[in-house]
């Protein structure tokens, strides 16, 4: 889909979706649980679906109904089942532990960049463990049986292989030892949590975490909280727009590690107020600042454009994993706002972007990536004349409904 978007300002409310981080995790949960779930979560997305479509594939039973995903549990897993991930990385990092501990079979289908994106070192580790793993194509073969339950593996690589991780021990108990830096903790944490609410027996330990096999206990009802991750993009509008833009349904508690938009954009230089579970932010004179992304990878694309704004020279790093994204972030990033007319430059870690450069309307391409997508649509803000957008439809992976809310900010 080809979209042309306009540079009138953005303002007004918007309430946050959902966090598709916390409904796949929420969703795995209750699948793995002791009795039916009940989850609210208003919207749903591609990747959410993903997740929910692969659990009935494993013997799950849910339903999607006026905005509440209905779960009934496994009760004897499926083997040799398919499992269509489509383009989620969650979905299939978080499922292939889960699949050994289940203790059956499984083929995962992928779609886009996902045949490509790492499975190490989860792989290795599985191996090792007893699991066999064919790739044909798109299609993946994880067969074998799980032995032994005391697990290591490296955290400096993706967040989600210990979350997988974590579920899987949920069926087959054990020890898992971390090594190296963690990245981005607060996903581990939001996992954490997950399991805490479903009152799994789960310990952490000095290096690591232990947990006991245990049939998860679910309550009745459970909402999922708003995402701050999609709520960056109206934010950041915000900071250098003509009208403030609030967003509601922000939880301040939240483990989301995203939520470090609201520091972020105050290093920035922007005027931010905050009420109960709102945000909102004003136009304000930004200038460059350097930003750590090793936690915070999936801002990086918005927060570059936001740079643009900004009087001076930003520099954002640690963010080297964004080449193993839907698409090669650092690269698509720059594209991007290349084209628009910014100063932007690729380092070893990174970009350095100098800012307050005029932008100017051009045809861009989303690369098909839900984030460069919704990153183009905040920065025709600043632009001269239209954007047109190819690949529009790539917001359907995590944010079904955002033109609907960035028209809503225009006044439409």
């Not at 309430?15 to 409904?23: L, M, T, V």
């Not at 232990?210 to 009802?221: F, N």
């Not at 910014?342 to 098909?368: F, R, W, Y």
Request: charged fraction near 20%.
């Amino acid at each position: 889909m080809t979209k042309t978007i306009d540079n009138r300002p953005l303002g007004g409310k918007i309430h946050a979706i959902p966090s598709k981080s916390e409904a796949h995790r929420l969703l795995i949960c209750a699948a793995l649980s002791d009795k039916k779930t009940k989850i609210t979560c208003p919207q749903t997305s591609k990747d959410i679906q993903a997740t929910a479509d692969c659990l009935c594939a494993l013997g799950a039973s849910i339903t999607y109904e006026n905005g509440i995903y209905t779960v009934a549990p496994i009760r004897q897993p499926v083997s040799n089942a398919i499992l269509p991930c489509g383009e989620s990385g969650s979905t299939i990092r978080f499922l292939i532990p889960l699949v050994c501990g289940l203790g059956v079979s499984a083929v995962f289908q992928m779609e886009g960049r996902l045949p490509d994106r790492p499975l190490s070192p989860l792989k290795e580790e599985l191996e090792n463990h007893g699991i066999c793993f064919e790739k044909n194509g798109n299609l993946l073969t994880v067969s074998g049986t799980l032995q032994g339950h005391d697990f290591t593996i490296d955290a400096g690589v993706s967040s989600q292989f210990i979350s997988g991780m974590l579920f899987m021990l949920t069926r087959h108990g054990g020890t898992l030892t971390l090594t190296g830096k963690i990245e981005s903790s607060s996903y581990i944490d939001m996992t954490v949590r997950a399991l805490q609410k479903y009152k799994a027996a789960l310990q952490k330990t000095e290096n690591g975490f232990a947990v006991e096999h245990r049939i998860l206990a679910a309550d009745a009802q459970l909402h999922t909280e708003g995402d701050w991750s999609n709520a960056a993009f109206f934010l950041c509008a915000g900071s250098f727009g003509k009208k403030p833009i609030t967003v509601t349904g922000l939880d301040f508690q939240s483990a989301q590690g995203d939520k470090k938009i609201v520091e972020i954009l105050k290093q920035f230089g922007a005027r931010i107020e905050i009420k109960a579970d709102a945000v909102t932010v004003f136009a304000s004179e930004l200038h460059g600042i350097s930003i750590d992304a090793s936690q915070i990878p999936d801002l990086v694309p918005v927060l570059a454009v936001a740079a643009c704004a900004a009087k001076g020279t930003t520099r954002i790093y640690n963010a080297q994993r964004l080449r193993l994204k839907e698409s090669d972030r650092l690269q698509t990033t720059k594209d991007l706002l290349c084209a628009l007319g910014a100063d932007v430059t690729i380092t070893e870690d990174g970009l350095l972007i100098n800012g307050q450069k005029p932008l100017h309307g051009a045809c861009v391409d989303s690369a098909n990536d839900h984030r460069i997508a919704m990153s183009a649509a905040v920065a025709a803000v600043l632009c001269d004349t239209d954007i047109t957008l190819s690949g529009a439809q790539a917001v359907e992976k995590s944010y079904p409904a955002f033109w609907d809310d960035f028209d809503k900010l225009k006044g439409e």
